[in-house]
């Protein structure tokens, strides 16, 4: 018992606004349960801004929990304290158990007002999918199995499954129970696989192995290519910029933005499509434009945290402080502006293809919404790294960053 | 009028974090072709010294100048003759490797010494394929001594650079000090903790108690002043107590 209650510390050290994830539970319940037993607030319409903070507090909530679930999985080995107790791998393992299936259980419990089987359903596949891919993606790298192509052509079949479970199932079992119940046992008997396979290689400690042939080493060769992009963009960079006449802002870019791998930009077309998705549905516009001060906020958060990169360049730059700070604000301006602007004619495409099939819109919906949202972004970030670099003092900025609360959210060292 | 000598001064420079005194009424000047230490204890205001001479915090009172202008506003090229080690390395990208890191910091400069830095690199037995992020506390430290060299720069300022660092890698750096003082004539800001490093690098020391400057002088005046068989550690002790 001892060792669960240093897990569940080391938890609230390592994250204390997270841990709050417990009370967000009981209060939750308490609201429900009391005034809104059918979980009409949760999942109906929503029509204030009481219901609008309540369903984005519940996001929220879930999120962290897979957020503690990963802390507790992966970090808590690199803790001293916990090197010197017996059997600590199994004992992370059944705590973080034990936090999942109260998460789940919850969950359920909540979502059970409803009586609406079909959206229990399919947010219960939505969550075991995101599961899987989040414990995936944290121990692909570290747990050799992973990388297996056995273990792959399952991961791949569990999504599609999944997908069928999150969209097809609600609505086809009504008209073929039978095989809805066996497409859900299949699915059970897939996720105990998985979780067994992945306690089992957690607690017997498989981690990387040596063996860099077959499939693996495809995978490694695959990774490494991946890897080594974003260096061969950094040397043409560097190259260029020495010939370049902008050559700061350049140089800037690539510290505050880092090199990305061209395939980035695959991403657009999914980004504009959830955009005018949304636009399509005026009533998932309302959550979505709300998440829009939290984006913010930890958009502030994250530029703060970069005053150390904002510190080496203005004591490498050949720039005085106020050539500095315009040119820092030229940077990140235009980056910004040129990562928005695909967006525009994806939008476009998708109004097109929308009114040659189903409905009509007019066209300068999307693109009014483009503007406003692009005017929006760059004034925030304006008023943003203004506040970072005309601070007046960079150390008194980075004192009261270190007690924000954004900053207590990440992970201690 | 400014004595063309100068390469740092501070004037009566003082400063306060959430009505905690830090400086106060600081007077310094380091003349070109000196290598001054400066000891303290921890918080006794060393590294906000530092910050406040590369421009990187504002001063509640005072003026601090380097090269003769005005510390909070340096003009590009004044920046271009400093060449800065931070306390720590998160400052660096650390996704960068070494060599790609040391290059990109070399873009920034007009002059980029490759041959200097290659033969350091090596000296230092540092691994330039390493990703920044993946190297030890002293290796990262090493990088970024050697990034602050690669332009030639007039002053280094060093804010405890040997605190992570081996025995032999220090002795390497303060080897590496001396021959840059003695060739170029470079003017350096060392502050440490290690006090032993100092004897043997610095001419002149600088010991900041209680937010003031207790002692400034050449380090065989301040030995004068104590027993033969004291050495700066002993002294320090002494005039911390």
Known sequence: MKEYIKIFRFNYRTMPLGMLIYLTIVIFTILMKVFDSEAYILFGKVDSVFVLVFVNLFGIACI?????????????????????????????????????????????????????????????????????????AFFFDSVSVYRSRKYIIVKILFHIFGLIGIFALPAIQDKYPRSATLFYAGFAAVIIYQAVSFRRNYINFNLKESSENGFENTIRSIEKYFESMPEKSLRKRITHSEKSSDKYRELFEITIFGVYHPLIYLQYPWIAAIVFGLIIDHEGMIPFLSVIPLIAGSYLSLTIGNKDKITFLYTTSGLSRKEFVNKVLKTVLRKFLIAFLPLLPFMILYTIIYNKFTGVMEYHVPVILFVFILAAWLFLTWIVWMAVLQFADFDKLKSINSESLFSRMRFRK | MENNDVVIRLDKVSKSYRNKQVLKDIDLTIRKGTIMGLIGKNGAGKTTMIKALLGLLKLDSGK??????????????????????????????????VKDLLDYIGAFYNIWNKDKISKL?????????????????????????????????????????????DPIARRTFIKELID??????????????????????????????????????????????????????????ELNK
């Open chain 1, 64 to 136: 962290l929990n897979y957020i503690i679930l990963i802390l507790c999985l992966k970090l808590s080995l690199n803790t001293p304290i916990f090197h010197s107790v017996p059997e600590i791998r199994n004992k992370i393992m059944n705590y973080s158990l034990l936090h999942l299936s109260f998460y789940f259980a919850w969950f359920v419990f909540i979502a059970g007002g409803l009586k609406e089987l079909k959206l229990i359903s399919f947010l219960v596949f939505l969550n075991l999918c995101i599961l899987s891919l989040i414990v995936t």
């Open chain 2, 64 to 97: 601090a100048t380097v090269f003769g202008e005005d510390s909070w506003d340096l003009p590009g090229e004044v920046k271009h003759r400093i060449g800065y080690v931070p306390q720590k390395t998160d400052m660096f990208s650390g996704w960068m490797r």
């Open chain 2, 121 to 165: 690199v090596k000296e230092w037995s540092i691994d330039p394929d390493a990703r920044f992020r993946d190297l030890s506390e002293g290796e990262k430290q090493k990088v970024a001594i050697v990034a602050a060299m690669g332009h030639d720069p007039e002053l280094y300022i060093f804010d405890e650079p040997v605190a992570s660092l």
């Open chain 2, 180 to 237: 840059l003082n003695l060739d170029s004539g470079s003017t350096m800001l060392f502050s440490t903790h290690i006090t032993s490093d100092l004897e043997r690098i610095a001419a002149d020391v600088a010991l900041l108690k209680d937010n003031e400057i207790k002692y400034k002088g050449s380090l065989s005046d301040l030995k004068e002043q104590y027993s033969e068989k004291m050495n700066l550690e002993d002294i320090f002790i």
